[in-house]
């Protein structure tokens, strides 16, 4: 009896203990550390870690009572004194959340545009004065000294209207905030997490200057970053492919996604309902940009990947997320990463008398979806302001309304802000990234 009780104690003692936890992976890590926490990638070159990434990161706070700043007076000459601020600072606020907020959030490179102004100081800009540099500054360096394990890349990518002075300012808020922390360039780009942590180093810093080299700054040049300069998002596709087929491994490489409003195209968009920077990037280049993302194999295939509007869902998962699953190919993501039209257009019905109106609709399929929803939202401005729905057993559908039916009725000619979710699992899957779409 006794050895059958040692038995079963111990058999008990057994089914007490905790399991051990999950090991993390890109669609479980907690983001605010994924580069400490994040398994198998502490040997990675930087240089091939996939690093999600902001473009003009410091541009959350601009509104319409935001001035000019020196850079956008140079950049528009006169024009500046016939644009309304509300209007420049809609499509100049690329992203929603500060330099703090985005670190947390899982972002790991920041893009800082600076500017000297008349009144002596030095503020971040995009067309319209930012905060001062020392406050965004001030922001990184909590975030790089709370979480020594996370490294930031840095770029002071662009300088304007600049003096000695004005370097001066920058420089000593550079030292105050980080210090010993920023990685000496003499390390090499190839550099990786272990080694970094080793030294107690977590910044990478860029330097289009060449004024902080002696600090330990990359120079001008560092980072393989094209810029397409186009409203195409096919073009900014193109680019990125051709940018990773010639990825040096030797260089930082960093796949801009973001689109580049002209005046014509910023009048364009806004006649025909993109009336902001968050507008275009959202409905225009996100869901093409997932689509791509998604697709690229997992492994050291990217590098620094940048977004506006980082915060918008995208296949159903974050862009932070998405970037990371680069690493083991964990997409947690369960939406279409786009839905775009394929025709429409009207037709006389005998068997009911009346018109109908028809569109076409397709979208990138999930696996292990067995229905799918289609939902189209009409705006005002956009046409006709009437929202319909419609089920599918497959990634498209036709959406066919007779104009006797008001509450489902859609208008060719109109523009709809076009979504879709899929059934997987007998659960509802979050919506895709939304499309505006003209029947």
Same mark, same amino acid.
């Given at each position: 009896?006794?050895?059958?009780?040692?038995?079963?104690?111990?058999?008990?003692?057994?089914?007490?203990?905790?399991?051990?936890?999950?090991?993390?992976?890109?669609?479980?890590?907690? @983001?605010?550390?994924?580069?400490?926490?994040?398994?198998?990638?502490?040997?990675?070159?930087? *240089?091939?870690?996939?690093?999600?990434?902001?473009?003009?990161?410091?541009?959350? *706070?601009?509104?319409?009572?935001?001035?000019?700043?020196?850079?956008?007076?140079?950049?528009?000459?006169?024009?500046? #004194?016939?644009?309304?601020?509300?209007?420049?600072?809609?499509?100049?606020?690329?992203?929603?959340?500060?330099?703090?907020?985005?670190?947390?959030?899982?972002?790991?490179?920041?893009?800082?545009?600076?500017?000297?102004?008349?009144?002596?100081?030095?503020?971040?800009?995009?067309? %319209?004065?930012?905060?001062?540099?020392?406050?965004?500054?001030?922001?990184?360096?909590?975030?790089?000294?709370?979480?020594?394990?996370?490294?930031?890349?840095?770029?002071?990518?662009?300088?304007?209207?600049?003096?000695?002075?004005?370097?001066?300012?920058?420089?000593?808020? @550079? @030292?105050?905030?980080?210090? &010993?922390?920023?990685?000496?360039?003499?390390?090499?780009?190839?550099?990786?997490?272990?080694? !970094?942590?080793?030294?107690?180093?977590?910044?990478? %810093?860029?330097?289009?200057?060449?004024?902080?080299?002696? !600090?330990?700054?990359?120079?001008?040049?560092?980072? #393989?970053?094209?810029?397409?300069?186009?409203?195409?998002?096919?073009?900014?596709?193109?680019?990125?492919?051709?940018?990773?087929?010639?990825?040096?491994?030797?260089?930082?490489?960093? %796949?801009?996604? *973001? %689109?580049?409003?002209?005046?014509?195209?910023?009048?364009?968009?806004?006649?025909?309902?993109?009336?902001?920077?968050?507008?275009?990037?959202?409905? *225009?280049?996100?869901?093409?940009?997932?689509?791509?993302?998604?697709?690229?194999?997992?492994?050291?295939?990217?590098?620094?990947?940048?977004?506006?509007?980082?915060?918008?869902?995208?296949?159903?998962?974050?862009?932070?997320?998405?970037?990371?699953?680069?690493?083991?190919?964990? #997409?947690? &993501?369960?939406?279409?990463?786009?839905?775009?039209?394929? +025709?429409?257009?009207?037709?006389?019905?005998?068997?009911?008398?009346?018109?109908?109106?028809?569109?076409?609709?397709?979208?990138?399929?999930?696996?292990?979806?067995?229905?799918?929803?289609?939902?189209?939202?009409?705006?005002? +401005?956009?046409?006709?302001?009437?929202?319909?729905?419609?089920?599918? #057993?497959?990634?498209?559908?036709?959406?066919?309304?007779?104009?006797?039916?008001?509450?489902?009725?859609?208008?060719?000619?109109?523009?709809?802000?076009?979504?879709?979710?899929?059934?997987?699992?007998?659960?509802?899957?979050?919506?895709?990234?939304?499309?505006?779409?003209?029947?």
């Amino acid at each position: 009896m006794g050895r059958h009780v040692l038995v079963s104690a111990l058999v008990l003692a057994a089914c007490l203990i905790p399991a051990a936890p999950a090991a993390a992976d890109s669609s479980t890590v907690r @983001v605010s550390d994924w580069m400490g926490s994040l398994p198998g990638i502490s040997d990675i070159p930087l *240089t091939e870690l996939p690093i999600p990434g902001t473009h003009d990161s410091a541009t959350s *706070t601009l509104s319409g009572d935001s001035p000019w700043s020196q850079a956008g007076r140079n950049d528009l000459g006169g024009i500046v #004194d016939v644009i309304p601020r509300s209007v420049a600072a809609s499509w100049s606020k690329a992203q929603p959340t500060g330099v703090g907020q985005q670190l947390r959030d899982g972002i790991r490179y920041l893009d800082l545009r600076l500017t000297r102004e008349p009144d002596g100081f030095v503020y971040l800009e995009h067309g %319209l004065r930012g905060p001062r540099v020392e406050q965004v500054l001030a922001e990184i360096g909590e975030f790089v000294r709370s979480h020594p394990r996370e490294v930031v890349l840095l770029g002071l990518n662009r300088y304007t209207a600049f003096d000695d002075h004005g370097h001066a300012q920058v420089r000593s808020a @550079v @030292v105050r905030e980080f210090g &010993g922390r920023i990685m000496p360039s003499s390390m090499g780009a190839s550099v990786t997490l272990s080694q !970094l942590w080793n030294l107690g180093r977590n910044v990478v %810093l860029f330097d289009n200057s060449n004024r902080l080299l002696d !600090l330990g700054a990359f120079g001008a040049g560092a980072i #393989d970053a094209p810029w397409p300069n186009t409203m195409d998002p096919a073009v900014v596709i193109n680019t990125i492919q051709h940018t990773l087929l010639n990825h040096d491994h030797n260089r930082f490489s960093a %796949l801009g996604t *973001t %689109l580049t409003p002209d005046f014509g195209g910023i009048v364009n968009g806004t006649l025909n309902g993109v009336t902001s920077l968050a507008d275009l990037a959202v409905r *225009t280049s996100h869901a093409p940009v997932a689509h791509w993302l998604r697709g690229v194999v997992p492994g050291r295939n990217v590098n620094i990947v940048t977004t506006d509007w980082y915060t918008n869902p995208m296949c159903g998962t974050s862009f932070v997320r998405l970037v990371l699953a680069r690493v083991d190919g964990r #997409d947690s &993501g369960t939406a279409p990463c786009d839905v775009w039209g394929r +025709g429409s257009g009207t037709y006389w019905s005998w068997g009911d008398w009346s018109v109908h109106t028809w569109a076409d609709f397709a979208w990138t399929p999930i696996t292990g979806a067995t229905r799918y929803e289609i939902h189209l939202d009409g705006f005002a +401005g956009g046409g006709c302001v009437v929202d319909t729905s419609q089920l599918s #057993d497959v990634a498209s559908v036709r959406v066919d309304r007779q104009n006797q039916a008001w509450a489902e009725y859609i208008c060719v000619g109109s523009q709809y802000d076009v979504r879709v979710r899929a059934l997987v699992g007998g659960q509802w899957q979050p919506w895709s990234t939304v499309r505006r779409i003209r029947l």
